[in-house]
């Protein structure tokens, strides 16, 4: 408002003034810009021209467009058209099934019904002519009968038979069906309005005129049900009657909707209003449109999700989320420094100071905030306003650049804005002429503080002395360099605290006025620029930083707070507790808020944050608000939806690169062991916030936390039986009820499963077993062939030599006679010669082929059949040479089996010792002697005959037979001969 006091220069004059000043009010009416959150076709929306809009049981959101559907979760879309089976491209409407849940029904513009089923979509037709098969709405009534309305008239579907309703009556275009209570169906047509009861069976005509019904039809929470029609009416049906009419102005209208908090929300082809449910007046009625953040002023549909989000959507740019808790007031650019400020008065005007002006922003009696811009005279053109402060008295004090302090008393007026009468203007006689005030603050005792650029000096003022300068406090003593005092702030303690722009803040206590002292960053500060200082109820400071966030001293101890508790940003330029408690940052990036001090976890709603926010405070107990660089916010978390626990599904899983997530198979090769599960949290509350925790049992015990990720990878899973569980969670840390579950299993390698385990532990029984077998029946055929062989030889071979023997010894003594009767024939001597040489040489082949056929007679394979033998060969050899034999044998020996090479090669080396005794030895006496210890059997062979060195002796081929006969079994062959004392012979040997 313009200061008009002491203005006397004539009605004329007063009369222009109050024209500009009504002027200047009406170029200030307030333009509001809500934050709307908008999708288009860029986001991955099929078609920006949108038509309908459904959310189904699960929170997916069905949008309708010329092109087509898109479903959306949240993040992302996923869009069908004809090429998926789609009956046409226009969509008009869409309803999921009572009777089968997760079946949505879709209403197209010419193809009839779609019905959409597990990823597939069937086509119902509707009707015999086109225009019925140009489906406008779906209503699914108690029964779970499908109501279609068509532009030919209404149809019933029941078990997929469709039925024509009152075909004689409706056939014209149909806009929309709702049931109400009693089983009354409310229809509205291109030529008005009907109530069909359906116990009765009856219907009831509304005439089109005056209301010009359309579609728009709503149930409030009280079961009233609202209508808009294209004359521009808003009517009111309780107990099945028009009880009301309300005429405001607004354009054709396309939908209406309660969002349960008090409002109606009508979309027209003229923008979008919010229309009080207690003031339905053209003058409590907010107007959106595209310049206040309206995707665009031509709406076409609306829907109030499950969280009681309002969407939107036009016919030219896409879908639009409303979000009605945050509205922005433009003002024209305020001083974006960091010591903007703002204040609000006694009677709830906030005051904010621009670059030229001073602001003010009001609540008026319709609900509509209002704002006025004070032009306030200045020294210069040029001048710079910095706000101040609001007295005990209610007054607002504030400096217009360089140095003059004013005071205002405010006058305020209903509905409209305040006039500032000033009761003081003041020029300090400085003691520095140089520097502008940079901070204002009044205290409780009414004194009002200024610190002073370019000196570090804060003065205090008293203006009910004589001098106003009550004290100065020079501060640059106190720091090696200049430093700018950027806040003041008085405690309750009266204490006041002065925070620097680099050097931390000075305590200046009550109790001693002249003691100051300065705290930094060696007190435990994270940073010494200061920025913000306030007190919390319970008596806490809480300092705020340029680069180093935000602290609280408790118990004389710094806590920091930061980005990464949540802070939107370090630089913190205001610090604010509201009525229930909870702490407000307005930082360089957004508002945060804390609720609760002791977990220390700050939140950041979307629509708050982004923007440097310059200060904030607070309303009324449901509002609160925060200025920026071009305007002020009002938060109104009373418009906040109540937060509900979001669902989560895992809508995508792949093995190794291939999508399972439709497969029933959940079993997978061990090869297949490298997992990407998507998965989704649906909230629509604070788009962008959900978060995510998981676990993957049996490897994770604890909730992993994944952030805002929305997959995750598994690379190199062993195999196993695994579940893998995810949780989303929203805003306010509410987590899903359920988590969303996904259990599946790899395999193990072939050669780890039981089967293969079998197997291998059967074979590896088995082919011993098997060789066994095969070994003992080769044995068996070996012992059979070396029992045939010895029987051949024994039987034929031996028994052919001693014919030969026999024979030749026959003729020998044959011929031996002949000789006897004629003596002194030399052919008869050689003939002699020769038959003693066949008969010698026959016995000796006997004697060595019985060897043979004892050795490899398999009945022979023990050692007392070894010594048997080796007895006989004794009594055969020894006896005519009357020599005596000791043959001493452990019993326990006896009855061991011994194989054939071993058994040979022994009975051979015991065979040529004892011929070589016989022959050389002179012996009287031979002691064979045989012992078993550890495995290691011992022959030894002595005799007492002669003797003999046998170093000096030639070896011959019997000595050199015996140690090559040991080695070929292994063994050990040693020989020890004494002259006139006898030989030993030792083989020793490991048995087999």
């Not at 206040?292 to 999700?305: A, F, Q, R």
């Not at 307005?586 to 926010?613: C, E, H, P, W, Y």
Request: include cysteine; hydrophobic fraction near 40%.
């Amino acid at each position: 408002m313009i200061d008009i006091k002491n203005n006397k220069s004539g009605s004329l004059a007063s009369f222009i003034l109050l024209v500009f000043a009504f002027a200047s009010l009406k170029a200030e009416q307030v333009d509001y810009i809500f934050p709307f959150t908008r999708y288009t076709s860029t986001e991955g929306l099929l078609s920006n021209a949108i038509t309908c809009i459904y959310q189904d049981s699960k929170s997916y959101l069905w949008i309708g467009t010329a092109e087509g559907v898109s479903v959306f979760d949240g993040s992302n879309f996923h869009n069908y058209t004809p090429t998926e089976g789609l009956a046409f491209n226009f969509v008009n409407a869409f309803h999921e099934s009572k009777r089968f849940p997760g079946v949505i029904w879709i209403a197209t513009n010419g193809g009839g019904i779609s019905r959409f089923e597990n990823g597939g979509m069937t086509t119902i037709r509707v009707g015999q002519y086109d225009a019925s098969n140009c489906v406008d709405h779906l209503m699914e009534d108690r029964d779970g009968i499908l109501w279609c309305s068509t532009k030919r008239g209404i149809f019933k579907i029941n078990n997929n038979i469709v039925e024509p309703f009152f075909p004689d009556t409706f056939i014209k275009e149909v806009y929309q069906i709702i049931e109400t209570q009693n089983n009354i169906l409310w229809i509205a047509g291109d030529d008005g309005l009907y109530k069909y009861s359906r116990l009765e069976n009856k219907l009831k005509y509304y005439p089109n005129k005056p209301y010009g019904f359309s579609k728009p039809f709503c149930i409030d929470r009280g079961g009233d049900l609202w209508m808009a029609t294209k004359g521009s009416c808003i009517i009111q049906i309780r107990n099945e009657e028009i009880i009301k009419e309300y005429k405001i102005k607004f354009s054709r209208p396309q939908f209406l909707i309660d969002d349960e908090r008090g409002n109606f929300w009508l979309g027209t082809y003229d923008g979008l209003l919010k229309i009080p449910q207690n003031n339905i007046d053209d003058r409590a009625i907010t107007i959106l449109k595209k310049e206040n953040g309206l995707p665009d002023d031509n709406i076409k549909c609306g829907l109030l999700d499950q969280e009681k989000n309002l969407w939107i959507g036009t016919l030219a740019n896409g879908i639009g989320l409303l979000h009605d808790e945050v509205i922005k007031i433009p003002l024209q650019p305020i001083d974006g420094e960091s010591y903007s400020h703002a204040v609000i008065d006694n009677q709830k005007h906030i005051w904010i100071t621009s670059n030229m002006d001073l602001w003010e922003v009001w609540l008026d009696e319709h609900g509509i905030w209002q704002k006025y811009s004070h032009h306030i005279k200045g020294p210069n053109i040029k001048k710079s306003i910095l706000l101040g402060d609001i007295d005990s008295k209610g007054r607002l004090w504030i400096c217009v650049r360089p140095r003059e302090l004013r005071c205002f008393q405010i006058l305020q007026r209903k509905n409209s804005e305040s006039r500032l009468k000033l009761v003081r203007s003041y020029k300090p006689d400085l003691k520095f002429s140089d520097g502008n005030i940079l901070w204002v603050m009044v205290d409780n005792d009414d004194h009002v503080w200024c610190s002073l650029s370019r000196h570090s000096v804060v003065y205090r003022f008293n203006f009910n002395a004589a001098d106003p300068i009550e004290k100065h406090y020079d501060l640059s003593s106190m720091f090696p360099y200049r430093q700018d005092v950027f806040r003041i702030f008085s405690l309750r303690n009266k204490n006041v605290i002065f925070g620097t722009y680099s050097g931390g803040y000075i305590v200046l206590t009550s109790k001693s006025p002249d003691s100051l002292k300065v705290v930094s960053t060696t007190d435990g500060l994270s940073d010494n620029s200061i920025r913000a200082i306030y007190e919390d109820r319970d008596g806490n400071m809480w300092i705020g930083t340029r680069y180093g966030g935000a602290m609280v001293l408790e118990q004389e101890k710094f806590r920091k707070f930061s980005v990464s508790d949540g802070l939107p940003s370090n630089g913190v330029w205001d610090i604010l507790q509201d009525s229930s408690g909870t702490m407000w940052f307005a930082t360089a990036m957004g508002l945060g808020r804390m609720k609760d001090n002791k977990s220390g976890k700050i939140f950041v709603q979307s629509t708050l944050s982004g923007f440097s926010t310059l200060c904030v405070g607070q309303y009324d107990n449901h509002r609160i608000w925060a200025v920026l660089p071009d305007g002020i916010i009002i938060y109104d978390h009373r418009n906040l939806k109540k937060n509900t626990p979001p669902p989560i599904y895992i809508n995508g899983l792949k093995v190794n690169g291939v999508d399972f997530i439709r497969s029933e198979q959940r079993e997978f090769s061990y090869h297949q062991n490298n997992l990407i599960i998507d998965f989704v949290g649906i909230s629509y509350q604070d788009l962008g916030s959900v978060q995510y925790k998981y676990k993957l049992e049996p490897i994770d015990k604890d909730w992993n936390i994944l952030s805002k990720k929305s997959s995750i990878y598994f690379a190199d899973l062993n195999s196993g039986q695994y579940t893998f569980r995810v949780k989303a969670i929203a805003e306010d840390d509410i987590e899903s009820i359920d988590p969303a579950e996904l259990s599946f299993i790899i395999l193990s390698p072939f050669w780890y499963r039981w089967w293969f385990i079998l197997i291998v532990v059967a074979m590896i029984i088995s082919i011993p077993l098997l060789l066994m077998k095969w070994r003992y029946e080769k044995l068996l055929a070996i012992e059979k062939i070396r029992t045939r062989i010895s029987s051949d030889l024994h039987d034929d071979i031996g028994a052919n030599l001693t014919r030969i023997a026999i024979s030749s010894d026959i003729a020998r003594r044959e011929l031996k006679k002949q000789i006897d009767l004629v003596p002194n024939q030399p052919s008869s001597v050689k003939v002699m010669s020769l038959l003693e040489d066949i008969t010698q040489n026959s016995r000796e082949l006997i004697d060595a082929m019985s060897d043979v056929v004892w050795s490899i007679d398999p009945r022979n394979e023990s050692i007392d059949n070894l010594t048997l033998r080796m007895k006989n060969h004794l009594s055969r050899l020894l006896a005519p040479q009357e020599i005596r034999y000791i043959f001493q044998v452990p019993q326990e020996l006896l009855s061991l089996r011994i194989p054939l090479d071993f058994r040979r090669n022994v009975y051979l080396i015991f065979k040529e010792a004892i011929n070589n005794i016989v022959k050389h030895a002179e012996a009287t006496s031979i002691e064979v002697i045989m012992e078993l210890k550890d495995d290691l059997f011992k022959m030894i062979i002595h005799d007492n005959g002669s003797g003999f060195n046998p170093g000096g002796v030639k070896s011959g081929n019997g000595l050199r037979n015996m140690q090559q006969r040991a080695i070929a079994i292994g063994g050990n062959f040693t020989l020890n001969s004494t002259l006139e004392a006898g030989t030993t012979i030792t083989l020793q040997v490991k048995l087999p």
